[in-house]
């Protein structure tokens, strides 16, 4: 595990709330001059987060991969302290799900969807959508706590297995199956 490394995956579109995770580097940088963010994933707002990035003086911490495969995926997630999901809004967010069997923390919004899946204090840390001081806390919070991350991915991946894993997937289908 890279102890400074975070990790962004996801559509580069506004609702992600990417601008803001470049915003909060500024911050996390003035505090963690080491931390650098990677961003795997491509979208409409490509353009203008690598500009953001540059315009805010972070570029050399934040690296744009574009689309990255599946296995490219798990690699990064393997190597880094924490998956951050800076989102307006979700859904079930799968890659909270795969943050989680990967066992590493969610760092990411109070947002339905979001909030179902990470449990903030447990398996993650959630703040306030739309908003950089408090996402830029959480992080460095994150950073300078190594151990704290480690047992947080620990939980997020038991919750996981005991959640959304196969068996209990199985299970699921099963009841409905009958009920039906």
């Known amino acids: 595990i890279d102890p400074e490394q975070l990790l ?18 500024v911050r996390v940088r003035a505090r963690c001059p080491g931390a650098r963010l990677v961003v795997a994933g491509e979208g409409p707002s490509g353009p203008e987060l690598v500009a953001l990035s540059r315009a805010n003086g972070v570029d ?27 989102s ?36 993650g840390v959630l703040v306030p959508s739309g908003d950089p001081d408090a996402l830029a806390d959480a992080i460095v919070g994150l950073l300078g706590a190594p151990a704290r991350a480690q047992r947080l991915g620990t939980a997020a991946r038991r919750r996981a297995a005991e959640e959304y894993g196969f068996t209990r997937c199985l299970e699921t289908y099963e009841r409905t199956y009958r009920r039906l």
């Open 8 to 25: 962004f995956v996801g559509r580069l579109a506004p609702q992600k709330g990417v601008d803001v995770l470049v915003d909060a580097m």
């Open 60 to 86: 050399d911490a934040i690296s744009f991969l574009g689309k990255v495969a599946s296995a490219e995926v798990r690699r990064l997630m393997a190597t880094s302290t924490a998956v951050v999901m800076p």
């Open 88 to 123: 307006r809004y979700e859904g079930l967010p799968l890659v909270a799900l795969e943050a989680a069997f990967a066992a590493r923390p969610v760092i990411g919004t109070d947002v339905p969807g979001l909030s179902e899946a990470v449990v903030d204090g447990s398996t």
